[in-house]
């Protein structure tokens, strides 16, 4: 499974940017789609995930309300919508898969990553 996320670039505060992410390989049902990212000198942090069959995601609490995470299957693609961006926004995003139908924050249970985009988001 090989997956590359597209999207990452400077943004103002307030605006908005749409992140891709393609997957390839094998067969994705009963798999899980995540984004995840990492700030300069900070640890990877869980963003959102969602299911292949489009159960309910999960969100961080920080990205909640702002960010959207959804996918389409017929594309093999990934999307994350972030909106009302902030500063703190500013990090390295990366895509992440693993083969189970139950939704984790926990990266140590991603198997597959993609090579990340980086957001900046200027104040």
């Known amino acids: 499974v090989q997956l590359q996320a597209f999207g990452g670039g400077l943004v103002q505060a307030g605006g908005s940017l749409l992140l891709s992410c393609a997957a390839s390989g094998r067969a994705f049902s009963n798999s899980v789609l995540g984004w995840f990212r990492q700030a300069p000198g900070q640890g990877r942090e869980f963003v959102a995930a969602i299911s292949w069959s489009g159960s309910t995601p999960i969100y961080a609490d920080s990205v909640k309300g702002r960010f959207t995470i959804s996918r389409d299957t017929a594309q093999n693609t990934v999307y994350l919508q972030m909106g009302s961006l902030k500063p703190e926004d500013t990090a390295v995003y990366y895509c992440?898969?693993?083969?189970?139908?139950?939704?984790?924050?926990?990266?140590?249970?991603?198997?597959?990553w993609g090579q990340g985009t980086l957001v900046t988001v200027s104040s």
């Open positions: 992440a898969g693993r083969r189970a139908t139950v939704l984790t924050r926990y990266s140590s249970q991603y198997t597959y």
